[in-house]
């Protein structure tokens, strides 16, 4: 019957097969996996139940014993901290009486204090462990062991053990007795006592009902969580077992449907095959399999597909072949193993000057190209014997060049066959090649020649190129600049930011100043320049920079700048030298009239002498902004150094008997080319500041060394390499902070209060020293004192002596002519010389002054002449005065103290103003004594 069944139509149709067996595939899996899982879900239900029974009686006694070592360590603490408090009270109640204490509720309530919920503290007699203070008063008197039988509610007294160290016990229940846990307790002694006291101990117990409450609390929460869980795995169990029953149903369908598609789409392309077969074997080799699929079957199909295509190529007339081969622009040329052509297009034709019929079975070595030029046989050669690919560049025709390539062929067995030569004409390639060298190099050099800093940056803000002026300007080497991004040039981000957005707005920014970060990690002035960079479409494909450093110039800008201030203020420092000379002349000549009338004992000569010195100061400060106005106005001779620096540090020091003045000079100190006056002034100046740095007194240190320069490197002084005299000068000082040595020597800066600097002193020593070919470097910090060291180039001259000024007053006879448009100052200046025996005739201009020494040149000795002075100035007053009379006597006066003797001419000298009387006296004999 069986055979029978399997014989029916429906079970012979290849569809029905492959859908009994998809059916068959689908159902057995399902059900195994059913049977399964049940036997697994009783076996899971059975292992479960002893689980949980063996977690009930581990995790029960784990949690209980968890809580009773909590409780107890909470207990010790509690313990610890009420001992803390009762040792605490009792130190700051040193006069306090036990019984004082007992009936004090603030001390009980310290004493007897809660533990929890589950105990308490009390506080005990250390003797006999006697209950003190207990919050149950009942307790008071008893001992541990009779409170323990009264809390525990038993007849017979227990015997308690005691364990850890005297300060800190622990007490529970001997062995032998009923083991309790939760009857023990902590006991701390207390280690000062009250006045009349007992030694106290501090105790605490753990209350037996209060545990058993909390641990069968916890046993059945513990139980119920269980009997939950248990509960909760059955039921999302049984939840499991039907969701997944569904699913596999669902599953079963589903193999059900993909049965039934999979034998129709099966059937559809074994049809298609079918018919496809058919089609071939009647000859229609047109015919295609629409859409094959991916799988054996859909093979086969794109397999006989291909199978008609390739049997319709060949089938079909070569014409197109022949066509496409002979209209090809490239020669191209077929020989076989012996190097002997077998076929050849048009264009190699005309370039063989050869007819395509009549060049068969011609060998390599016959053909002659047209022209000059000579054909690559030895290429052919090669590819055949080697069967390499060989390409080579050759001129054929003798004019245009050739890019020649020879690929040999193999038959099916890979054994080599023949040859193609295939030839193309790449002289215009050539020629574009050798114009874009020629362009490339061009263009390198233009960037690598540019006098400025260039860099090309993408849109991504990367540097792809710079040139080697941009290293230069900048410190950087090739691999630090390029494939970065520019941002870490900018030393601002802000400025880079700026600088963006107009590139954004304007696209380019032209001439724009920056601050970008040199190599050294120093912030250096650029100008900068930069355009976008677009393709022929217009996109924007990056920018070109240009840069340059431009240190030096802003430098130089900063320099002019100071140098234009100073000019201004030189101008300004002649003028107010010139009148304040004059005011300081008036003053010191009445001052010496006065000090002439005046006896020593009288009480206002010490007035006078202390406006006289005051005169002098003013003088020296009118020196100071002649000193800073001038440029080259000094003399200098070999000075000794340590001499000059002595002398000046002696007199200084006279008078301020609260400092400590060290000298330290080096001994055979070189001679040095200087200006002692203007020395000795830059040094005074350096010592009071020394000394206005230390009101309350301290260490000035003056020392000389011989230092050798080679490399010099701050660039405010100029030195040149060589032998230079050091002279240091240190102070313990208050010190200074960077700015404000920053600023020193700028005109009019003092950090003194008002009235007290000029803030001209270092100022005027910064030219004296500029004007020495010295310089000037300042070492100081805050709290740590300053220190000047002045740089003097040595001379190899021997060093002169320092003149004592003289203090003698010279009297003397004659006529002399005083010229001075100040009536005030030519009153003085009069009143002066008659007090040194002199005659006087007073002229208040220059014109006055020819009026006079005209009508009187034969009783005038000496003109004492004013520089400057409305209408004919002093030296145009000279001229006159010498064309009158060639050999008349003239001293010269300025405020400006600008002038030098040596350029004046023979019998004129010169006085500055303000000039003291004995300096007045000795000049005016000195120039009548001339030719006498």
């Known amino acids: 019957m069986s055979k029978h069944f399997v014989t029916l139509p429906f079970f012979q149709s290849f569809s029905s097969k492959i859908l009994i067996l998809g059916i068959v595939a689908g159902i057995v899996p399902l059900a195994s996996i059913l049977l399964i899982l049940g036997l697994f879900s009783q076996n899971l239900l059975h292992d479960l139940e002893n689980t949980i029974s063996d977690i009930k009686a581990q995790e029960g006694k784990r949690l209980e014993s968890y809580q009773h070592q909590i409780i107890r360590q909470q207990v010790r603490q509690k313990t610890l901290d009420v001992a803390q408090d009762i040792t605490l009270y009792i130190k700051t109640h040193p006069r306090m009486t036990w019984q004082e204490m007992y009936h004090d509720p603030a001390f009980r309530e310290m004493a007897a204090q809660p533990v929890g919920t589950v105990g308490e503290t009390f506080l005990l007699d250390a003797s006999g462990k006697k209950i003190l203070v207990h919050s149950e008063p009942s307790y008071k008197g008893q001992t541990l062991e009779e409170a323990f039988c009264s809390k525990g509610k038993t007849s017979t007294l227990p015997r308690l053990q005691y364990s850890g160290s005297p300060g800190l016990q622990e007490f529970s229940l001997a062995p032998g007795q009923e083991e309790n846990p939760s009857c023990n307790g902590f006991l701390v002694s207390i280690l000062v006592r009250a006045v009349k006291g007992p030694a106290l101990m501090v105790g605490a117990w753990v209350d037996p009902e209060e545990m058993d409450q909390i641990t069968s609390q916890s046993r059945a929460i513990f139980r119920t969580a269980l009997n939950l869980t248990k509960a909760l795995i059955e039921t999302r169990l049984g939840q499991f077992r039907q969701q997944l029953f569904f699913i596999l149903a669902g599953l079963g369908f589903l193999a059900l449907v993909a049965s039934v598609l999979l034998a129709r789409r099966v059937t559809t392309q074994v049809r298609n095959l079918k018919q496809a077969a058919e089609a071939f074997d009647q000859g229609n080799l047109s015919c295609r399999i629409i859409n094959p699929g991916r799988d054996e079957l859909g093979q086969l199909a794109r397999t006989l597909n291909r199978m008609a295509a390739s049997l319709n190529d060949n089938t079909v007339s070569r014409l197109e072949w022949e066509n496409t081969f002979n209209v090809l622009p490239d020669p191209i040329i077929l020989v076989d193993r012996e190097a002997r052509l077998t076929r050849l297009n048009q264009a190699a034709a005309r370039l063989l000057d050869m007819v395509p019929e009549e060049a068969r079975g011609c060998h390599v070595s016959e053909f002659r190209p047209a022209g000059r030029g000579s054909f690559p046989q030895q290429a052919l050669v090669q590819a055949l014997e080697q069967g ?148 022929k479409d217009g996109a924007v494909i990056g920018s070109i920079s240009l840069a340059s450093n431009i240190s030096e110039e802003v430098s130089l800008q900063r320099q002019l700048e100071q140098a234009q201030k100073q000019e201004v203020i030189a101008s300004l420092a002649g003028g107010l030298a010139h009148n304040f000379n004059n005011l300081l002349m008036i003053i010191m000549g009445l001052t010496s009239l006065m000090l002439g009338k005046v006896p020593q004992d009288h009480p206002a000569y010490t007035d006078l002498l202390e406006i006289e010195s005051q005169v002098r100061a003013g003088r020296e400060i009118t020196r100071k902004l002649l000193s800073f106005r001038r440029v080259t106005d000094f003399e200098t001779q070999p000075m000794d150094l340590n001499c000059l620096v002595e002398a000046t540090a002696d007199m200084f020091g006279r008078t301020r008997q609260e400092l400590i003045i060290q000298n330290k000079f080096a001994p055979k100190l070189p001679a040095v080319e200087v200006d002692s006056g203007q020395v000795q002034q830059v040094l005074m100046n350096l010592l009071i500041n020394a000394w206005q740095a230390m009101p309350q007194g301290g260490t000035i240190t003056l020392e000389t060394r011989a230092v050798n320069i080679t490399d010099w490197q701050d660039q405010t002084w100029d030195l040149e390499p060589g032998l230079y005299v050091c002279l240091s000068v240190t102070d313990t000082g208050t010190g200074m902070d960077e700015e404000t040595v920053h600023q020193l020597f700028s005109p009019f800066f003092t950090t003194k209060g008002p009235g007290q600097g000029s803030g001209l002193g270092l100022a005027s020593a910064y030219r004296i020293i500029k004007n020495h070919r010295g310089a000037i470097q300042v070492t100081s910090r805050p709290g740590e004192g300053s220190t000047f060291n002045l740089f003097f180039p040595a001379s190899s001259a021997r060093p002169v002596n320092i003149p004592a000024e003289e203090k003698n007053i010279i009297s003397g006879q004659g006529t002399i002519l005083v010229v001075e448009d100040e009536p005030t100052l030519r009153r003085v200046a009069g009143k002066l010389l008659e007090k040194l025996g002199y005659r006087v005739i007073e002229a208040s201009c220059g014109e006055q002054a020819l009026e006079i020494f005209a009508e009187h040149h034969g009783d005038i000795d000496l003109v004492l002449l004013d520089m400057i002075m409305p209408g004919l100035d002093g030296l145009q007053t000279l001229a006159r005065l010498r064309a009158l009379n060639p050999r008349v006597r003239v001293i010269l006066c300025s405020g400006m103290d600008e002038t030098n003797e040596e350029d004046l001419p023979a019998g004129v000298s010169f006085i500055p103003k303000p000039v003291p009387l004995e300096v007045l006296s000795q000049k005016v004999a000195a120039a009548l004594n001339i030719g006498r």
Do not use: W
């Open 388 to 535: 390499e690919k060989i390409r080579l560049e050759s001129c054929l025709d003798g004019n245009s060049t050739f890019l020649v390539t020879v690929d040999p062929c193999r038959d099916q067995q890979g054994e080599i066959s023949g040859a193609v030569f295939v030839a193309r004409d790449i002289t215009a390639l050539k020629q574009m090649q050798q114009e874009l060298a020629r362009a490339s190099h061009f263009l390198e050099q233009l960037i690598e020649s540019a006098p400025l800093g260039l860099t090309f940056i993408n849109p991504q803000g990367i540097i792809v190129q710079a040139n080697s002026q941009f290293y230069q300007e900048f410190g950087y080497s090739r691999e630090e600049i390029l494939n970065r991004h520019y941002s870490f040039l900018y030393a601002s981000d802000a400025e880079r930011q700026q600088v963006l957005a107009e590139l954004r707005a304007k696209g380019e920014v032209l001439a724009r100043q920056v601050e970008l970060r040199h190599r050294d990690g120093r912030s250096v002035p650029a100008r900068i320049s930069i355009r976008k960079l677009y393709d």
